[in-house]
């Protein structure tokens, strides 16, 4: 996201391996259209993503991050997505009273199958991040 | 052979470094005694000007404490850089930015206007500016800083004496260092590595496996003295921690609020310890609680940027940010 | 480090879109990097050998696969890795396939710019990998398999056949599912109960099935090798072993419930035997419909047994076994018609189900009417199958088929049946379908491409009226029939979403049960050890539920027989010399792979490697940094945003 004359959205997306990384591969092989400005980081579960990471994404420019996990019941160890869910909702409000905008941080759940929801959850959170702009200073 | 010299500086803090300098009581003296203290503002009339006049890297050491608010502190502690041998941040608003630090959360423009247009108790509704008129005369105060940085974001910075206030035997053990030249690879903290529980006397009263059902305050509960504040459901930044401190806030019956900074190799305490507590948090439920209950149970947390960064907001990801930020205003 | 990167054009499926040129000079610019070369196929062999002669020539001791999704050929690399004489765990793949040309068709110059972004997060992680080992772990040969109908039963034959043990949970007093119930198999008309009352006998004698009917799965923990269930067995108050089935308990018997075997058509008493096939042939009281067991409120049966086989002091019992792998094969429910009330199921009487009609079929033929159904027929097909108002989208695939079935016995029965299929597409995909579907037309069956809007009932004869718009020829056809049959689809049964809940495998948007990769993993799940069989993974006719219960066997069977398997290496590791013993990792692990290990006054977290799945939750909790995960290390995640902002 380096290149380029026109400042891209830079969305960062952490995908859990079982259900939403395999949920993007499935938007991809039905040839969704998905817009080109997001960039997934596959951890094994989204309780593995650390929210030290996700602020370091905004730290290094990040305009907003999505944590994709399995949907609630459907988590592949057991109850991962759970405990990203609270630190997500935690760091959102840590981000807010820090002058973020709340949508900058979403958690949302995609599973395997569910190509489809991903393109929809992904684009909509990259058209959301066009219409905010770049984040800027409380 | 001259005895090496020292100096002291305070930047934005709240005096109680100084205040710990003191309490080393007759050790202080013995210090005294090895040392030429060059300059120290809080007890000796020494100048900016004697400083200046000082050839460069002459000073030993300086310890500056407090975090940088002010031009003027920004001067200063540029000024010590260049005539000292060896820097060290002193207490917790120098190694990573402290109290003062949480005015980080505002822009400075709403912190002055909170402060002298809209606080009630503030009958003269001035805001200071760096230059004014009074009596026909000019005045000049330092301008305030767009955001608190911490020492080491401001100048190199070569030891950390961590602590709100730093206990006697840490900085004793900081000076000692100096005195007998047996100095610690560069950019280490006088501390332990490990986090708080190790030391924690109440490390072995805590079950192996614990859940935190709600968070509570210190003041909402009797704690039991027997009990490890966490597996009590009060946050205590003690596993985020670095240990050091001699445990006072726990022997006190209080949690840990995090003075002593992250262990080496977390970068951001607040968001460490914000992720265990929220992991633990209604763990027990979890898997039959609604997404409104873990809305409910995590907007219960009163000022989550004040209690997981009360001490490192400048020193964070998120303070950083914002002097990335001034740095590009600088230039 | 020498690091080498390899740019797939996937025979234009990533080339047409992204511009490979431009990715090769990217990574050629990227440190560590010292060979960079694109191909069109690296997966085929070709394309490995030359990857495993650079291996040799250039000293590469990293290699980057920018090609299709790591799940989809990342076993192929790693199996090349291995060949290579590298760990497979030094290999990163970029996914530039399936996120990336696929997935941005519309946006070339902007995938090209994706294709270098992601190959260089792999080559940040790569260039951090270190090589991880596989713990060989012990693995027994016992099998669950839960659901009793056919799947499940061949699943279990192959099983105990290849000496496995194998333990078969039914919730019903007997195995036999649905199948049990069909009067004949299309398209070759086998009496379906005559060819499964001999596989249900089999399971019965067989000395490694261990058969627990009326009994459910309750919970299950554990992993791979050795996972726990829970087992509920519900007292049938009749002991197999005396019960002779001679049906004197059913005569006293005072209640009377609708017969479940027969779609409620029939009658059974509170102590039955729900079909004459029955494994285990005995009978049960069923105890919900039971007056009481006290002589003071009924207690006939007991009197009436000369066998001596009810013993009402039998109580509900839980049993823990321990296994390997499980089979799921908890199969379907037909759809409630009652859903789609325009069908008027349960207000008019003459409106059946097709799983009813293959009960009065069979009734017919042997002379014992349940109802006479008269001689004009319709049949409506689709009923909850493809359609979207009430969320069935799918094919329910054995319907066609069922109706061209039910409509020829139903002729058979009587020739002068006037038989209509109303039908929305006529699917006869499988060997001799279409053979059979001619027959029927040619014995008159009349196929109708039209869907009925509504039925109603002439009051005074209880007939049905059907409009329906036959939109090949455009006319409109209306009529009053005798009965009308819903060609009701297959929908995941009750069963198989509380196995769910308890396995917590994933699941499609129909709400059937997921299998690991629609291609070449149809019967395994994402849960190592737990795989499918037959309707529970979506609606399927007989010969492809056991060749997928087969299929089931053999995945299970593959994992048991070596004695041992590999583990998952990339586990959680704890630095000691960091751990403060907070215990936050202790509490978040959802497998209890964590604990305390004390050196004098140390005490710090281990991880039990051969319980740990490597979820990371622990490193993501871990407040010191000590926690962390192998092949995901924070370092490594860091470093992969780092590439791309």
């Known amino acids: 996201m380096k290149k380029g004359t026109i400042e891209r959205p830079k969305l960062v997306v952490f995908c859990c391996n079982w259900c939403s990384y395999a949920g993007a591969d499935n938007a991809g092989v039905s040839k969704m259209d998905i817009k080109p400005y997001f960039r997934i980081i596959r951890t094994m579960c989204s309780s593995r993503v650390e929210p030290d990471t996700v602020l370091e994404a905004f730290k290094k420019g990040a305009w907003g991050v999505l944590i994709l996990g399995c949907h609630p019941g459907d988590c592949h160890y057991k109850n991962g997505n759970y405990k990203a869910l609270r630190r997500t909702l935690l760091l959102k409000r840590v981000l807010e009273d820090m002058g973020y905008e709340k949508e900058r941080l979403t958690i949302d759940w995609v599973s395997a199958s569910e190509g489809e929801r991903f393109a929809s959850v992904v684009n909509s959170t990259i058209e959301k991040m066009i219409e905010l702009g770049p984040p800027k200073n409380a | ?325 001034e740095q590009k205003d600088n230039s | 480090m020498r690091i080498g990167v390899y740019i797939c054009h996937c025979g234009g499926n990533i080339s047409d879109i992204v511009n490979i040129g431009e990715a090769v000079e990217f990574a050629k610019k990227q440190k560590d990097v010292v060979l960079v070369r694109d191909n069109g196929h690296i997966c085929s062999n070709e394309g490995q050998m030359l990857v495993l002669s650079d291996i040799r020539e250039f000293k590469l001791d990293k290699i980057v696969i920018a090609a299709c999704s790591p799940s989809f050929q990342g076993q192929t690399f790693m199996k090349m890795m291995e060949r290579a004489g590298l760990n497979p765990y030094v290999l990163e793949m970029a996914n530039i396939r399936e996120q990336c040309s696929w997935a941005h068709i519309n946006y070339p110059e902007e995938a090209t710019e994706k294709a270098k972004d992601l190959t260089n997060i792999a080559i940040s992680k790569v260039r951090l990998d270190t090589p991880l080992s596989k713990a060989k772990m012990p693995i027994g040969k016992r099998v669950l398999v839960i659901g009793g109908g056919i799947a499940g039963i061949q699943a279990a034959l192959d099983l105990g056949d290849a000496g496995f043990k194998v333990y078969l949970v039914e919730e019903k007093p007997t195995i036999g599912g649905h199948m049990a119930q069909l009067s004949k198999t299309f398209p070759t008309e086998d009496c379906s109960a005559c060819i499964l009352s001999p596989k249900m006998s089999d399971v019965a004698a067989h000395p490694n099935i261990e058969l627990l009917t009326y009994s459910e799965v309750i919970a299950i923990s554990g992993y791979l090798g050795n996972y726990n269930a829970k087992i509920k067995i519900k007292p049938t108050y009749v002991d197999p072993s005396k019960c002779t089935c001679c049906g004197d308990c059913s005569e006293v018997c005072p209640v009377d419930v609708p017969n479940e075997f027969n779609e409620g058509l029939s009658f059974r008493k509170a102590i039955y035997i729900p079909t004459d096939i029955a494994v285990p042939h005995s009978f049960t009281l069923d105890i919900e419909n039971c007056l009481g067991l006290l002589p003071l409120a009924c207690a006939k049966c007991r009197d009436a047994c000369d066998a001596k086989a009810i013993n009402y002091d039998q109580y509900e019992k839980t049993m823990d076994i321990t296994v390997d792998t499980i089979i799921v094969a908890t199969g379907f429910d037909i759809f409630n018609p009652a859903e789609k009330p325009v069908f008027g199921f349960g207000k008019y009487e003459n409106v059946l189900t097709a799983l009813q009609l293959e009960r009065l079929v069979e009734h017919e033929e042997s002379g014992k009417n349940l109802v006479d159904i008269g001689n004009k027929i319709a049949f409506i097909q689709c009923v909850g199958s493809r359609d979207e108002q009430i969320k069935k989208e799918y094919c329910s695939r054995v319907c066609c088929m069922y109706a061209t079935k039910l409509a020829q016995l139903l002729k ?196 039990n490697e051969m319980l740990c799945k490597g979820c990371g939750s622990c490193a993501g909790s871990c407040p010191s940094g000590a926690a962390q995960q192998k092949w995901f290390n924070t370092e490594q995640i860091k470093e992969m945003l780092r590439a791309i902002l």
């Open chain 2, 1 to 325: 052979m001259s005895k090496p010299k020292v100096a002291f500086y305070w930047c934005a803090s709240c005096g109680g470094c100084e205040e710990a300098v003191v309490d080393l009581n007759e050790d202080l003296l013995q210090v005294a005694e090895k040392v030429d203290i060059v300059f120290w503002p809080v007890a000796l009339d020494f100048k900016r000007s004697d400083v200046e006049k000082l050839s460069d890297r002459s000073i030993a050491v300086s310890f500056i404490n407090g975090a940088i608010r002010t031009r003027e502190q920004e001067e200063m502690v540029r000024l010590l850089r260049k005539k000292s041998a060896y820097v060290a941040a002193f207490g917790s608003c120098a190694h990573i930015g402290g109290i003062p630090g949480l005015g980080n959360q505002f822009a400075k423009e709403k912190l002055l206007k909170l402060i002298y247009e809209d606080l009630e108790t503030n009958d003269d509704r001035t805001v200071p500016k760096p230059l004014s008129k009074a009596d026909g005369n000019e005045l000049e105060i330092p301008e305030i800083c767009e955001y608190v940085r911490t020492l080491d974001q401001t100048i190199d910075v070569d030891y950390y004496i961590p602590g709100c206030a730093p206990p006697a035997d840490i900085i004793l053990k900081g000076l000692t260092a100096f005195l007998k030249g047996e100095l610690p690879p560069k950019g280490t903290v006088f501390a332990s590595d490990k986090s708080l529980c190790d030391t924690c006397p109440l490390r072995d009263k805590k079950p192996d496996k614990f859940s935190i059902k709600e968070l509570k305050r210190p003041h909402e509960v009797i704690h039991d003295p027997e009990k490890c504040f966490l597996s009590e459901g009060i946050i205590c930044l003690g596993p985020a921690t670095r240990s050091g401190c001699g445990e006072r806030c726990i022997n006190a019956n209080m949690p840990c609020r995090g003075c002593f900074g992250p262990s080496p190799r977390v970068y951001d305490q607040g968001a460490k310890i914000l992720s265990a507590i929220a992991s633990l948090l209604g763990i027990d439920e979890e898997e039959i609680a609604s997404e409104e209950d873990v809305s409910r149970l995590i907007d219960s947390i009163p000022d989550p940027v004040g209690l997981f960064y009360m001490y490192s907001l400048p020193a964070s990801n998120l303070g950083d940010k914002r002097r990335n930020d």
């Open chain 3, 412 to 607: 058979r029965n009587r020739p002068e049946r006037d038989i209509y299929i109303f039908y929305t597409d006529l699917r006869a995909y499988g060997k001799g379908f279409e053979e059979y579907y001619k027959r029927a037309q040619k014995n008159g069956v009349k196929y109708i491409r039209g869907r009925t809007a509504e039925i109603q009932e002439n009051p005074k004869n209880k007939k049905l009226i059907l409009k329906v718009e036959d939109t090949l020829t455009r006319s409109l056809i209306e009529g009053e029939f005798d009965t009308v049959i819903l060609s009701t689809g297959m929908v995941p049964s009750e069963g198989t979403k509380k196995i769910r809940d308890i396995l917590r495998i994933g699941r499609t948007t129909d709400g059937f049960l997921a299998e690991a990769h629609p291609k070449f993993k149809p019967v395994d799940t994402l849960t190592e050890g737990i795989f499918l069989a037959g309707t529970v993974q979506g609606p399927k006719d007989i010969p492809d539920t056991v060749a997928q219960a087969s299929a089931a066997a053999a995945r299970a069977i593959r994992l048991m027989n070596k004695g041992e398997y590999e583990a998952e290496p990339i586990t959680a590791s704890i630095d000691e010399e960091l751990c403060a013993g907070c215990g936050v990792c202790i509490s978040v692990c959802p497998y209890d792979a964590i604990a305390f290990e004390a050196e004098g006054a140390r005490k710090f977290a281990k991880v």
